[in-house]
Each structure stands twice: as C-alpha cells, then as structure tokens.
C-alpha cells in the first residue's frame, strides 16, 4: 500500500494497488485503517511522511526513495511468485470486472521464455509469424507477453503500457488471428487520432501481410486501407465499392464519414481498436464521434474491443465507464504492464534553466554537446494571442534559427497541424529513411509516432501537463530490448521549475539539471 501525498500529485497513489490518501496529520489515520482493512498488506508506504514495515517505522527521505522502494516491492513481489499476473490483479481490484482473468486459458504471463511464436501460433497464420520473425520479432515485450493469450480468448482489453513497448504488434496479432480474408468484407477497424500514426500503423499492417511464401500467394491477400483525414476520399469510395478491404487503418472523421454513407457496414467487423484512446476522449473535436462509434459498435453481436495508450489516466474509473456506456463487454480486461514506471527506464531526463530570449541559443549549444543521431524538438502551438499580434509561429523561428546557425549535417524538417497533407506525409515518409534528421514539430507528432532513430527528445516549450511530457518523451527511447541510453531535455525558465517538479511527481522519474 502506497500512501501519496496529494500535494505532490497523487502520481505515485495512482498507480498503487491500493489507494489511501490523506493528508499531513490525515494520513496516519488512513494507514491504520487500510492496515486493518488488508491483513494481507506487508508495507505501507507514506511518501513525505513515515514508512511502516511490519511496525518498523521509516522516515521516506526523498521521492526517489520511495520510487525505489515501490519498484523493489514490486520486483520483490513478482520474483516470490505473489505477484499474480497484471491482468488479474487489475481485473480483482475493479469490483465490476470478472477476477478470473487467464484461468479460462493458459497462463503465460508468468512463463519469461515464450518466443512469440510459441504464444502465437495456435492463433495466427504462419505466413503472418514467418513475416514477423523476417522483421526480426522473436522475443515478446512485456505487453505482449501478457496481452496476446487475453487478446487470443476474445476478451475485450485495455493495453496500458509505457510508449514503444510494442502495443502496436500486440494488436495486429489480434486482428490478423481472427479476420478471414476469403470474406469479402472488413473485418477489423483501427482508429488512430493522427494521419501520421494512421500511416505508420497502416505501413507496419502491411508489412505483416505481405507474403513471401509462396504457399500463401494463392490465397486472397489481405487488404490494409488508409483512410485518414485531410486526403481525397475519392480513390477510397471507389475501392470500397469495388472490393472492400479486410482491415481500415482510419481517422474518426474520415471513418464516420464513410460510416454516415454506409460504404463501411459495422455488422462485418471483428475487431475495433481505438489507438491513443486516451486522447481520443479528451479531443473536444473527437470525442462526440467517438462515443457515437463505440456505442454503434455495441450492438455488434461478434465483436471484441480494444483500447490502447501509454497513459490513462483515472484507468478504473475509465473501466468503470467502458461496462456502464457498454463500450466494452463486462469481462473487459486492463493489462497495465510495469506499473510503477510509467516511462521507459533508458530515458535520461535533463533540464536546462534560461530566460526565454535565451532559449535559440541554448536550443543551439545543446545541439552542438550532444551531437544527436535524430532528434525531435517540440514547441506548443502558436496562441491565439500571439497570431492575433501578428507573430510568427515558434516553429517557424527554430526552423529558421536552426538552418541559419546549426552547425550539424541534419536534415532539418517540420511537422505541425497546419500544413498541407501532402507535405505532412513528405516529411513522414523523408523521416523513415533513415539519416540525420532534426524535427521540429507541434505534439500532433507526440502521440504514436514511431521513429526509432530518433536519440534526443528537446522540449523547446514545457509541455501543457504530465501526460503530454510521457508522449513526448517516448518518441525516443523506441527500441525494445535495447540497453542504449536515450536523453529528454527541457528547456525552462526558473519559474518553470516548479512545473516541471510536479511532471517528475506525477510520473516517477528524475530530472537531472544541466549547465551549459
Ligand atoms: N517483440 C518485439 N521485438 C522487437 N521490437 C519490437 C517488438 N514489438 C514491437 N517492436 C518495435 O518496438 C517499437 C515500438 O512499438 P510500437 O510503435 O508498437 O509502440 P507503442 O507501444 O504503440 O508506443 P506508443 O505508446 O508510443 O504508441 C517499434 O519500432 C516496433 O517495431
């Protein structure tokens, strides 16, 4: 049991198997009772206050003491075998969620030693595990480790995992294990909330399907559509008339608009995944069709729903909704793999202090230390106010800043909200490549983005709360399995700070400051 201090956030409460907070003289009170209401508990832990271990008391000197003691219980637990898998602890926690999570089927969760193979192929085509293996997947992520047999039995499912962890794959698998490609109809849906992450999500679909065995070029192939907002829908009405593919990779409101038309029947669908579902439900331009398609999507008797993020925040609470809206089935499962690190462990966090008028050149001297391989800068999206005042856009400056004085061989690129799909997918696919590069971009590349390549995340402007932090700091750090160190740097005046302490909170994890 973790007690959080709610000043700092409740960061650390949150993703705690039980919660109690309470405050200064409170939280006592609320130790005693939690340690009568849980003889099973062994340590209660108060973060800011005292630490009991079996009637031990501990003064908790710091926050990193208490992260570390949260991650060696966690370890602790897991290697005594107490620990049951995340799948059924989340579910016996909800009281409105089945506790019987991976009994109807075999537990892996457990076994560290499954390829993906062995997890897989009782479920999905051969041709599809030989592709996967070819790309060089053989070991499961950790994710996939304890979500594919939740996925295989057809339970609905949240995927909670840290950004990069594979989620993608995880999903896939699922859709291409239960879709028929003798059926001319789609089967599954995947709606993401940027053209960007639709056309990668598209790309890695395809790239599963395509064969490379000859024993499967006489079957129908699978067919993958993007269907993304921005694009002429011309060519996309003409081929769902013709021959409709067996999966869509789709923004909302391209998808509804097809949906309106009835181009695209939901009676057929298998599979509906909601990709960033988090941000989904907090984009006043998504939400209504959001919920107008999951409620639609309710009515569907075969269906199985799949929800993925690296954060969600209040997670039991959005279970809770998921059975009362129906979104899901009663059974849903929430699979929250490494709960108590929310970021990737080989991300190095660093902060740099300066007034704002020192910001290009500190941007510029960063740039010439760390001499990254690629790297990502992000800057908010200009304000009203500043448009109003006839400003140019912060984006534009560090473009012009950086290709008049950056001394590296980058390829300097942009990505934000307002240019035109077409140079929005240019600069997509010139990243995928390969080379140097350096992006400048708004968040709109801060959610799903994939690119590997990428070494050095800068925060040009503070990101607007923690969980925009996460995203952008997982756009590197993408490489599972990899022990290479990848470094998040935020650019700050002093009174930031202060913000930036409350990230650390929320998220567990340290921020080390820089001086140039
Ligand atoms: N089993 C695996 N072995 C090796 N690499 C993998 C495996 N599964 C996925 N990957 C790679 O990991 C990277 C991150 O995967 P993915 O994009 O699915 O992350 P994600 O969990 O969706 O992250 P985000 O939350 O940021 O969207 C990709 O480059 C993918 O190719």
């Known amino acids: 049991v973790v007690v959080d201090s709610p000043e700092f956030g409740g960061g650390l409460a949150a993703e705690a198997d039980q919660v109690a907070v309470g405050r200064n ?24 206050g005292v630490c009991r271990k079996r009637h031990q008391h501990h003064q908790m000197q710091s926050r990193s003491q208490t992260v570390s003691l949260m991650r060696d ?3 602790g637990a897991k290697s005594l075998g107490r620990r049951r898998s995340t799948a059924s602890l989340s579910s016996s926690v909800s009281p409105i969620t089945s506790s019987s999570t991976n009994q109807e089927h075999p537990n892996f969760a457990d076994d560290q030693h499954l390829t993906l193979r062995g997890i897989c192929q009782a479920h999905v085509p051969d041709h599809i595990l030989h592709r996967v293996e070819e790309v060089g997947y053989f070991t499961p992520t950790e994710i996939q480790r304890q979500a594919l047999p939740v996925l295989f039995s057809g ?18 698998l699922l859709v ?15 709606v993401v909330p940027t053209r960007e992450l639709g056309m990668q999500v598209a790309k890695v679909a395809r790239m599963l399907a395509a064969k490379s065995d000859q024993s499967v070029l006489d079957n129908k192939p699978c067919t993958v559509m993007a269907l993304l907002d921005g694009g002429t829908l011309k060519r996309q009405k003409s081929w769902l008339k013709a ?6 990779v789709g ?14 029947k ?36 075969n269906r199985q729903t799949i929800f993925a993020s ?20 009663t059974d849903v499962v929430h699979i929250h793999a490494n709960p108590v690190q929310p970021m990737p462990a080989c991300l190095l966090h660093r902060f740099l202090i300066c007034s704002r008028s020192e910001r290009h050149s500190a941007l510029l001297s960063l740039l010439q230390s760390d001499a990254p391989q690629s790297a990502i800068i992000f800057v908010n999206e200009q304000s009203e106010k500043s448009k109003k005042a006839g400003n140019a856009p912060a984006t534009n400056v560090v473009i012009d800043v950086l290709k008049n004085s950056h001394e590296g061989s980058h390829e300097i690129l942009l990505l934000e909200e307002k240019i035109n799909f077409n140079s929005r997918a240019a600069s997509f696919s010139e990243l995928r490549q390969g080379g140097s590069y350096i992006l400048v971009a708004t968040d709109i590349a801060g959610r799903g983005v994939d690119l590997p390549d990428t070494t050095h995340i800068y925060n040009f402007d503070l990101p607007k709360d923690a969980v925009h932090y996460l995203h952008r700091a997982g756009r590197t750090g993408r490489k599972p399995f990899s022990e290479s160190k990848c470094v998040v740097t935020s650019i700050i005046t002093l009174e930031e700070r202060f913000v930036l302490q409350k990230y650390e909170n929320e998220l567990m994890f340290l921020c080390e400051e820089l001086f140039l």
């Not at 499912?157 to 896939?172: P, V």
Request: with cysteine; hydrophobic share 40%; charged share 20%.
């Open 25 to 48: 003289g409170g939280v006592d009170d609320g130790v005693d009772s939690l340690e009568r209401w849980l003889p099973e508990v062994e340590m209660v832990c108060v973060y800011g």
């Open 73 to 75: 219980l966690y370890d």
């Open 155 to 172: 339970r609905d499912c949240i995927l909670h995992a840290q950004t990069g962890s594979g989620k993608t794959l995880a999903y896939l």
């Open 176 to 190: 291409y294990s239960v879709i028929n490609t003798q059926r001319s109809a789609v089967q599954a849906l995947i």
């Open 243 to 248: 021959e409709p593919p067996t999966i869509i």
């Open 251 to 264: 923004t909302l409101g391209s998808l509804c608009q097809m949906l309106e038309k009835q181009m695209i």
């Open 266 to 301: 939901l009676e057929s669908m298998r599979v509906l995944v909601i990709d960033e579902v988090d941000f989904m439900f907090h984009s006043s331009n998504q939400v209504s069709s959001l919920r107008k398609l999951l409620i639609s999507y309710s009515s569907i008797s």
């Open 310 to 329: 690296a954060s969600i925040p209040q997670h039991r609470r959005f279970l809770y909704d998921c059975i009362q809206q129906k979104w899901t089935k």
